[in-house]
């Protein structure tokens, strides 16, 4: 029990939590935005594998890291207009669209990869961001190393929690986004074009899908590797469920499960001499399904998501 | 405000509106005019063209021909751009759809801002929008709650805040698509008490109806539509019911009238028969219903007529008690056999029940006969006894359609009625279960249904009638039973009863007198 204990005051485990959770951020946040305007996004474990591998590539052929983090937001919007394209005005299945659109995005980015670096055994490295040192707040006992010793992505995901909180219930376009994924009918008939805003919001949640890859080479590691989104999107899907679609408890939805992976990994080599490992990979996963039960039984979906909206159809 | 001395100004302007959807005319050169402060009915049968009038004018439709000119703040008729919503409300054109237009998860606040402040504005004025929509309430009397969600308010409430939402945009028209269609007598009431308030204070207002007391009651003006054509635009004084009925229907309206006749032998017969659970429950029913009758089962709805019509469709089986099919007894729930027996079901929701929405007419005409040989060759459809089928069933049924491969659901519910009958009346069943079947048609298609029905009780069907409509119940009933909380009343001849007696154990009470 005190091992435990040990694990949960120590201020790297709530470290750790923060990074795991960074990417998850990007991505729920992407994916309710997608949502909320009424369109699925499944295309999201593709995105991330393209944001992860365009933004390292970018890097690495000396855009600059934020160089890097552009282009990965570019590459995501692409795939996420052509997401918006088959799904809103022609209509198509939000479930198909989607999976096609991640098992094109991871082999593009492969093939890519492959093509531009046939011949390395070892991925290249790049010089990823590195933890910032905030004055004052960086060295508060516990509280420093535990929140604020993180690169500049962790802090941009947060600042996105804001401000995309911010944009869907503080101004006009989110009301607009929250309506069109409730009832496109509603939308139109004030005026407004429901093509326009789905497209627009899915390109732009998709973007903040990529940043989420984005991090993975740019931040938490300093490579790419083939594998290395490994069913991150797949968790933002069910995150943005458990989040019931409001950027705050998505917030708490990623930091948890980050909790959760950082804790079995301390967990494992606390206990692990007769447990075997695999179940505490399990760990994340099942809490997360668990937890997911517990709140989704009452999510209130948006109302229009998965229905394509056909103008001046009865 | 100054006393008008001669017509007010026009607000509106339809000219020669033309409009087609492939081999169907919808609307043929229609004019119409509308005057501040006026309110105009637009009557007309299902499927008359009124709706696809108002959804080109408020910019979903575009016209194939025609002009739609509105005044603008200064009075000039400007034209208006077609396929524009957005130009629409621009113009102060106000629309209340039929089918509610708006997101349930938002609020009543949030529903009427929606895109009236530009989307990339940093904030919404929230402020000057309470206050605008505080003074718009005080004014028309229109008072909902903005901070409660859509989905917690009640049909008219909902309503309101459609009202609402045209008048916070400064609409000088108003359009209302079927308003009293969801609404109670008394919610309609009110209605159109506000709608008299809102012309007073200079609002131009057309509303679509085919209820012809409401027409009549409401409006200054009434214009009529009969397939898509304007027959008539007279002022409402001058109307009376007679008249607007044969110029909707467009030829003398003469309600059926029920022949005596003698019954026959018992085609259906229940005994103590008890059914499901909770709200929806038949306890203890029997009844006889003979050869040549139509029983009338009176009740308001939820009083478990909806499975009684399952139970006898075949959809549901009975926890105890008997039912016999001509002698036979009926123990599984199997809808094929209940058709193969000569059982015609009419369902209550024609929609969801009656038709499969995204299949074509001429499927939806035979597909309880798909296993005949009729339709078959080989063990394959044959389309062409299929086509033919629905060529005979269009003509012979007046059903309202560009042709037999089109879209069932894209039709009016008269229409999809007049499919169902055509499927299920052709057949030429022994008993005919009628549920609710004339609910929510207009003049024309509820008397095409009551004739129909009159013809099979006089081939000798047995005909169950449930209906709420007391008029609907005492023209067509030989004997009328009354269903309240599952338990139903015996039958009596209609003669030996009245409606105001009927209505009372409708409301449950007498019913154990009814029943000793």
């Not at chain 1, 970018?58 to 937001?73: E, F, H, Q, T």
């Not at chain 1, 949640?205 to 989104?229: C, E, R, Y």
């Not at chain 2, 529903?111 to 989307?119: D, F, Q, Y």
């Not at chain 2, 008299?196 to 409006?219: D, T």
Request: with cysteine.
């Amino acid at each position: 029990m005190s091992d435990i204990l040990d694990i949960l005051l120590a201020a790297n485990f709530w470290a750790a939590a923060l990074r795991i959770a960074t990417p998850l951020i990007f991505g729920v946040l992407g994916a309710l935005i997608c949502e909320r305007a009424g369109v699925l996004n499944l295309g999201i474990e593709g995105i991330f594998t393209a944001g992860a591998m365009a933004g390292w590539m970018a890097a690495w052929l000396g855009a600059g890291l934020w160089g890097g983090v552009l282009v990965a937001a570019l590459a995501g919007a692409a795939f996420g207009l052509l997401h918006a394209i088959l799904t809103v005005p022609l209509g198509l299945s939000q479930h198909v669209s989607g999976i096609g659109v991640t098992l094109f995005a991871t082999s593009l980015s492969y093939y890519t990869y492959r093509t531009a670096l046939p011949d390395v055994s070892s991925p290249p490295r790049i010089e990823a961001f590195q933890p910032l040192d905030i004055p004052i707040l960086s060295d508060l006992p516990f509280l420093g190393p535990a929140l604020f010793q993180q690169t500049a992505l962790t802090f941009l995901a947060l600042a996105l929690v804001v401000a995309v909180g911010f944009v869907l219930y503080r101004t006009p376009l989110g009301l607009a986004i929250r309506a069109v994924g409730d009832n496109p009918s509603a939308v139109e008939a004030q005026g407004l074009s429901v093509m326009a805003l789905r497209m627009g919001t899915v390109v732009a949640g998709s973007a903040l899908m990529a940043l989420g890859g984005a991090f993975l080479t740019m931040s938490a590691f300093d490579a790419f590797f083939f594998g290395m989104v490994n069913g991150r999107g797949w968790i933002c899907i069910a995150l943005t469920v458990f989040a019931s679609w409001r950027p705050g408890k998505a917030l708490i939805g990623a930091l948890l499960f980050g909790a959760f992976d950082a804790f079995q990994v301390r967990l494992q080599t606390e206990v692990g001499s007769f447990v075997p490992g695999q179940i505490f990979l399990m760990l994340p996963y099942i809490l997360s399904i668990a937890a997911l039960v517990v709140v989704a039984r009452k999510a209130d979906y948006p109302r229009a998501l998965l229905k394509p909206y056909f103008k001046g159809q009865r | 405000m100054t006393v008008p001395e001669e017509a007010p100004p026009i607000a509106l302007s339809l000219s020669g509106i033309t409009k087609r959807f492939g081999a169907l005319t919808a609307n043929e050169g229609v004019d119409l005019d509308l005057r501040r402060g006026e309110i105009v009915a637009l009557l007309g049968e299902n499927g008359a063209g009124k709706t696809t009038l108002m959804n080109i004018l408020f910019g979903h439709y575009v016209a194939d021909e025609g002009e739609v000119r509105v005044a603008g703040p200064d009075g000039t008729l400007v034209p208006l751009e077609p396929g524009s919503p957005h130009a629409a409300l621009e113009a102060g054109i106000g629309m209340v759809h039929q089918h509610f237009t708006l997101a349930e998860n938002l609020t009543t606040f949030e529903n009427i801002v929606l895109g009236t402040a530009p989307l990339l504005s940093a904030r919404l004025a929230a402020r000057a929008a309470r206050e605008k929509l505080q003074e718009l309430m005080r004014r028309s009397g229109l008072v909902v709650d903005l901070d409660a969600r859509i989905s917690r308010l009640s049909v008219g409430e909902k309503q309101r805040v459609e009202i609402l939402k045209a008048l916070y945009r400064d609409a000088r028209v108003l359009v209302l698509d079927e308003p009293t269609a969801v609404l109670t007598p008394q919610e309609s009431e009110t209605l159109f008490e506000t709608l008299k308030a809102l012309a007073a204070q200079g609002l131009a207002i057309v509303f679509i109806s085919h209820k012809l007391a409401e027409v009549l009651a409401a409006s200054d003006r009434i214009a009529v539509l009969r397939l898509g054509r304007k027959v008539a635009d007279l002022p409402a004084a001058d109307c009376d019911r007679q008249t607007l009925a044969e110029l909707m229907v467009g030829h003398q309206v003469t309600m059926s009238r029920r022949e005596p006749q003698a019954a026959g032998e018992v085609l259906l017969a229940l005994s103590a028969v008890t059914c499901g659970e909770g709200r929806d429950t038949v306890s203890d029913i029997g009844f006889e219903l003979r050869a040549g009758e139509i029983l009338g089962i009176a009740g308001v709805s939820g009083n478990g007529q909806a499975m009684l019509a399952r139970l006898l469709s075949g959809l549901e089986r009975q926890t105890s008690g008997d039912i016999r099919l001509a002698g036979r007894e009926i123990r599984a729930h199997d809808a094929a056999d209940m058709i193969r027996a000569g059982v015609a079901r009419i369902p209550e929701d024609r929609h969801r029940d009656g038709v499969v929405g995204a299949m074509s007419v001429a499927e939806n005409l035979v597909i309880e006969e798909i296993r005949s040989s009729r339709y078959q060759r080989f063990g394959f459809l044959d389309f062409r006894a299929i086509a033919d089928r629905a060529v005979e069933a269009i003509a012979s049924y007046d059903i309202r359609c560009p042709g037999g491969s089109a879209v069932a659901r894209l039709l009016s519910g008269g229409n999809i009625q007049k499919i169902v009958l055509a499927r299920t009346l052709d057949a030429s069943p022994s008993v005919v279960l009628a549920a609710q079947p004339s609910r929510g048609l207009d003049i024309g298609a509820t008397g095409d249904v009551h004739r129909r029905l009159l013809e099979a009780r006089g081939r000798g069907a047995g005909v169950i009638l449930i209906s709420e409509d007391l008029d609907e119940l005492f023209a067509l009933s030989d004997r009328i039973a009354v269903i309240h909380r599952g338990r139903l009343s015996p039958p009596r001849p209609a003669e030996e009863l009245d409606r105001a007696a009927v209505g009372l154990m409708m409301a449950g009470q007498h019913t154990e007198d009814a029943a000793a």
